[in-house]
């Protein structure tokens, strides 16, 4: 029989809460005060079908449905271009009122403002690349030192799969670490309204984002004012945008996949050096141009940084520390932080909501996790839960291990919870079983609680769950039944240390 292990812990939590803090005195101001003091000036160029450059929100045309945005934007009609008939865009079909998507994450010693600009179309009409949807970040770090808003350290820009690096005025302190900054020159401020607002310029066409002006092209000049409005109404020299949260409007709808009439063409994961989420969209439905083209904020990727899919936007603390070199301190552990908590449920690979089907090597990282419905990891195949994880189970769900769950407690407690009171209890309603031919193990020194209901089981006899004295408690609503034997007395007050090697992979 094949040896496998269960890891499970949140040990970011443990990382993120014990180191003494580091921040600055508390802020005064909202999240979403702080977004709105370093909105940035927008320096939209616009090329061959103007107000297909215009910014504007996914849901423009009153849906969700990712693969109908670039139907919706314009009245095509069919004419002849050289030898071959196109639809061509003639006109705008609805208003393009101004949005830009916002977060933030913040650590004890930092605030990361993350802004993305979306377009229905990238390059309509323009080249045969072009494509349905496109989105493309900003990511500012903001040093909290003390006052209200902070101070603005750096400026980076999204220009497709490449990001560029700035520094904001005044800033000399912050050197180069794995990643170079572009310029020597800091990025421009506008003063027009009060507060830190970049300019960035953003080309026509493509809509890659850069630091300065290129020129040559006529351009929209877009501003925070809390008022959308839509650059053919007002002119094309101080046009408003309003703010929309990426949480709210695209975190919540990570699961709406697949395909025709969803947001999403597919579903993935996103595996971080420090923590995983999975069954989130990992690319916007398109049927135009080049297909599923446009990634959300947690695909996105730089070419050249050596970092996962996502790390610039899910876990900003960590790939900022690697980036630079900063002169102030820097702490990796979040205050805030909303994208690192996750439910498992769903077929991650096809998209379907049901049983969670976990394939290959699966590590979850921090968390925490709720598993809302019954985890299945195949035989050979492992889902490793790292120290410190908590994993909490909605009542009657299972983690079900016909292959391996690794768990190693060893640098902090494994912590099982309940959905409806996680105060008061470690597990609740929950199950881990070791399916036919699996088996549970714990490494040395893991140790796991057991609280009201909870079961540890094998499924067959031959599925082994090794206990033995020292480690661990379970309470006598609890019951450990290491040998598939439902009939075995319920462990009361047990003591108990679970222990097998760490499972090499």
Excluded at 89 to 103: G, H, I
Excluded at 117 to 130: A, E, G, N, R, T
Excluded at 259 to 283: N, P
Excluded at 328 to 343: A, I, K, R
Aim: a negative charge; proline letters at 6%.
């Amino acid at each position: 029989m094949k040896r496998f292990s269960l890891l499970l812990t949140i040990a970011f939590l443990a990382l993120l809460w014990t180191a003494a803090p580091l921040q600055a005195a508390a802020p005064t101001v909202s999240y979403r005060e702080l977004v709105e003091w370093y909105s940035p000036v927008i320096v939209q160029d616009l090329v061959c079908t103007e107000f297909a450059d215009y910014i504007t929100r996914i849901d423009y045309d009153g849906n969700d449905v990712g693969n109908d945005n670039w139907d919706n934007l314009a009245n095509f009609e069919r004419r002849r271009v050289g030898n071959i008939y196109k639809l061509v865009p003639v006109s705008k079909a609805r208003p393009l009122p101004a949005y830009v998507y916002y977060s933030v994450v913040e650590s004890e010693t930092h605030y990361f403002i993350t802004y993305a600009l979306f377009h229905p179309v990238d390059d309509l009409s323009c080249h045969s690349f072009s494509h349905e949807n496109d989105l493309e970040g900003i990511v500012m770090t903001v040093f909290k030192d003390g006052t209200p808003y902070g101070r603005l350290r750096t400026v980076q820009l999204q220009k497709h799969n490449d990001y560029y690096q700035y520094r904001a005025p005044g800033v000399t302190d912050v050197s180069n670490g794995t990643s170079d900054f572009d310029s020597d020159d800091p990025v421009s401020i506008d003063t027009t309204y009060p507060g830190v607002h970049p300019v960035v310029f953003v080309e026509g066409g493509g809509h890659g984002l850069r630091e300065k002006d290129t020129g040559g092209a006529p351009s929209v000049r877009y501003y925070y004012t809390g008022i959308a409005e839509d650059p053919d109404d007002v002119g094309m020299d101080h046009v408003g945008y309003d703010l929309l949260s990426i949480f709210a409007e695209m975190w919540e709808k990570r699961t709406d996949c697949c395909g025709a009439g969803h947001l999403f063409d597919s579903l993935g994961a996103y595996t971080g050096q420090r923590f995983s989420v999975v069954g989130i969209g990992r690319k916007f439905d398109g049927n135009n141009g080049k297909d599923d083209a446009a990634s959300p904020p947690w695909d996105w990727q730089d070419n050249d940084d050596g970092l996962p899919r996502g790390e610039w936007f899910m876990d900003p603390a960590d790939y900022q520390d690697l980036q630079f070199n900063w002169s102030e301190p820097f702490s990796l552990n979040y205050v805030f932080n909303p994208f690192v908590n996750d439910e498992l449920c769903g077929d991650i690979f096809n998209g379907t909501y049901g049983s969670t089907t976990l394939r290959g090597l699966t590590t979850l990282r921090h968390g925490p996790y709720t598993v809302v419905c019954d985890v299945t990891i195949p035989a050979d195949q492992y889902l490793v839960i790292e120290p410190g994880v908590t994993l909490r189970f909605a009542p009657g769900t299972r983690i079900i291990a016909d292959g391996g769950l690794i768990a190693h407690g060893h640098d902090g407690t494994i912590r099982f919870e309940s959905t409806e009171n996680p105060a008061a209890a470690l597990v609740v309603n929950g199950t881990l079983m070791a399916g036919s031919g699996g088996e549970i193990g714990f490494s040395t020194n893991g140790s796991l609680q057991f609280a009201n209901m909870t079961t540890l089981r094998g499924q067959e006899t031959s599925s082994a769950i090794p206990v033995a004295a020292q480690r661990g408690s379970a309470d006598s609503n609890s019951e450990l039944s290491p040998n598939g034997d439902e009939t075995e007395q319920p462990a009361e007050n047990l003591s108990f240390q679970l222990f097998l090697p760490v499972v090499q992979r």
